[in-house]
């Protein structure tokens, strides 16, 4: 199922401290997005062929939308495609 694109939208952007970014990426027709566990990453598929990995946060139960934090400004309301969420690595 990691090689499913789901296709989402930043809804939301804020500042959270100084350099600190929230964005939360929902989905572009308004379906529910896969449940994650703790610890799951998603692959944000950029522009001219740049994937960057980032750390899902936030309640892994709140299936309407991803959280993720950047250091640096993601294109606001940007269509993105990402994979569905999955662990590297488990913690015992």
């Known amino acids: 199922m990691k090689d499913v694109l789901l ?8 500042q959270q401290g100084a350099g600190v ?3 939360d990426l ?29 750390s899902l946060c936030g309640d892994p139960a709140d299936n309407g939308r991803y959280r993720l934090i950047h250091s640096e ?10 994979p569905v969420p999955c662990r590297l690595h488990r913690i015992s």
């Open 7 to 14: 296709n989402v939208v930043v809804r939301n952007a804020h």
């Open 21 to 23: 970014l929230v964005f």
């Open 26 to 54: 929902c989905s572009s027709g308004g379906e529910q997005l896969p449940v994650f566990e703790a610890g799951a990453h998603v692959d944000v598929h950029l522009p001219g062929g740049l994937i960057r990995q980032y």
């Open 73 to 82: 400004q993601l294109k606001i309301t940007r269509r993105k495609h990402v």
